[in-house]
């Protein structure tokens, strides 16, 4: 077919959406918002020893090429025609640290993935040794520390790769976060690459102070991490620079989001208290603060929600987030066996219609919040001669939705204004038993958008606004209505407190299963300063008073 004979829908956007489970390519228009196609691969994760988890950078990499091409095959074939995307954004999976040689462009080790616990022990000694403990490092950061963030993954690398070291040594390394390592290699990788993250995801390195909005050389110098392995930090929208492989060669890279704050915008909650919950391989319930960070304390954390342009502010949101949501119906999958395909869990839960007295608490990688424990492990309690597998499957998904409602009720002692609805997305959100089990235990209705995509659809907004691009208005009239699907509660309150509270009962008993070993230094030492980075001992008091004038959440 000729192009003169191709549609054009007027500009297109397209956005990479890498997650933890998948890489996604979509394209939409940038005038509806409407969603034109998509491709999807699965991504493989690698669980080398307990507690470890890692996937490869270049399958990540070549799993982005193959769904851009595949999705442009399939514009072609709808006879839309591909010069009219205009612009890409890139939404990633944050906290998963990558470390790579800036000759040659490979990888210097596995990405390290956000569920990882390996630098458990570490963190627990770091603990023992700052007075005051977490209160410190999240008044700059707004994060407990916790395996979950990038620096201790990074510090892992520095202490025990030796292809890392050597990197670093001779001035070859890079590091970054997904959304760094694809930016990257799509513009030119090796042969000049853009090395640079947005405000979004360096928020959650424990590197970058909220406050300044910078990276932090105390925090840094605590880690003991070359500040030069560090990308540069840029707004959510502007153009980083140019796609130079494939078929949209020379289409501006402008948009970039950690996924929760890509589906934040997509959702489009730009107001202060607006809030969303995404299920996904985990769940993240995020609620826009405004222009001031807001410390929790009830267990949440402090994130940068985005930063729609250089010259635009920066806006702030409390979260919550729990390490495992999507990841339980897999498990029941891979692990268990008891199901085939994961749309076969909801109909198991819907015949039955109840757990029967049946409680999961997932707790694979610990409790994030608002336990910040992690020494849980999951558990399955309150089982008897009836209890199946339609039980278990039932209970999976009402784990999901418990682990919402001990969210938001964090976030509202933390707002002090009750949420009155709740706005979902993310794969799960099509699982209708969930969403009513959802809006059962939380007691108020649960709002679900007709197009689900919206953390793909956050970064398209993001690149189709950047200076340079200009496809897509943010302005709140020209923003395109959303349908929803409503779901209302239809259990009295008293029935829910009931469940809520036998779930808090199983997550208590989740807890105190596993600590960490002491570590050897291959002669049987297990001293438990061995693997402490250097700069540690010289800093930790430095870090204690720089860190007091940010425990009110305002520099002085």
Not at 147 to 156: D, G, I, M, P
Not at 212 to 219: A, F, G, K, R
Request: negative net charge; hydrophobic residues 40%.
């Amino acid at each position: 077919m000729a192009a003169s004979d191709r549609v054009r829908l007027g500009a297109l956007v397209g956005a990479i959406d890498q997650g933890t489970s998948s890489t996604r390519f979509l394209v939409f228009n940038a005038k509806t918002a409407e969603l034109l196609s998509h491709h999807q691969v699965e991504i493989n994760q690698k669980f080398p020893k307990e507690g470890w988890v890692e996937q490869d950078p270049k399958e990540i990499l070549q799993s982005v090429y193959e769904c851009v091409e595949k999705t442009c095959e399939k514009l072609t074939q709808l006879n839309v025609d591909i010069t009219s995307i205009k612009a890409i954004g890139v939404s990633n999976q944050r906290e998963t640290t990558v470390v790579w040689d800036k000759t040659t462009g490979e990888p210097l080790y596995n990405a390290i993935v956000w569920l990882d616990l390996r630098t458990q022990s570490t963190i627990e000694r770091l603990l023992k040794q700052i007075p005051g403990k977490n209160k410190i490092l999240k008044g700059i950061t707004g994060l407990p520390l916790s395996t979950y963030f990038s620096a201790v993954k990074l510090r892992w690398l520095l202490d025990n790769v030796e292809e890392v070291k050597n990197a670093v040594a001779n001035g070859r390394a890079m590091f970054g976060t997904i959304d760094s390592w694809l930016i990257w290699s799509i513009t030119g990788g090796k042969n000049g690459g853009v090395h640079c993250t947005d405000v979004t995801n360096a928020s959650r390195t424990m590197l970058f102070n909220i406050h300044t909005l910078e990276w932090d050389s105390d925090l840094c110098c605590f880690f003991d991490i070359p500040m030069d392995l560090l990308p540069k930090v840029r707004s959510s929208s502007e153009i980083y620079g140019l796609m130079k492989y494939g078929a949209l060669t020379g289409v501006p890279v402008s948009g970039c989001l950690g996924d929760q704050s890509a589906a934040l915008v997509g959702q489009m909650c730009f107001q202060d208290g607006q809030a969303k919950n995404t299920y996904g391989t985990g769940c993240f319930l995020l609620c826009n603060t405004g222009q001031k960070p807001v410390l929790s304390e009830h267990g949440l954390v402090t994130t940068v929600a985005y930063q729609l342009g250089r010259d635009k502010p920066v806006c702030y949101a409390l979260e919550g987030s729990v390490a495992i949501a999507g990841a339980v119906v897999r498990w029941l999958r891979d692990n268990l066996g008891i199901v085939k395909s994961t749309d076969e869990v909801e109909k198991l839960a819907a015949d039955v219609g109840t757990s029967y007295g049946c409680y999961f608490v997932p707790a694979f990688s610990g409790l994030y919040a608002p336990y910040w424990e992690p020494s849980a492990r999951g558990i399955i309690c309150g089982l008897t001669q009836f209890t199946n597998r339609n039980h278990i499957a039932f209970a999976a998904l009402e784990a999901v939705c418990f682990q919402t409602r001990e969210i938001l009720d964090a976030m509202n002692k933390d707002c002090g204004i009750p949420l009155s609805q709740l706005q979902v997305d993310g794969g799960m959100t099509n699982n209708k038993i969930l969403m009513q089990l959802q809006a059962d235990i939380l007691c108020i209705p649960v709002v679900k958008p007709s197009m689900p995509e919206t953390t793909a659809l956050g970064a398209a907004m993001a690149a189709g606004a950047a200076e340079g691009v200009g496809v897509w208005s943010l302005n709140p009239g020209d923003l395109t209505a959303v349908t929803c699907e409503r779901f209302e509660p239809q259990i009295n309150p008293e029935e829910s407190e009931f469940r809520y509270a036998r779930w808090k009962k199983a997550v208590m008993k989740s807890m105190g299963w596993e600590t960490s070993e002491p570590l050897s230094n291959g002669n049987g030492d297990t001293s438990i300063f061995c693997s402490l980075p250097l700069g540690f001992y010289i800093v930790s008091s430095m870090i204690m008073l720089i860190g007091a004038k940010y425990i009110s959440g305002v520099p002085k």
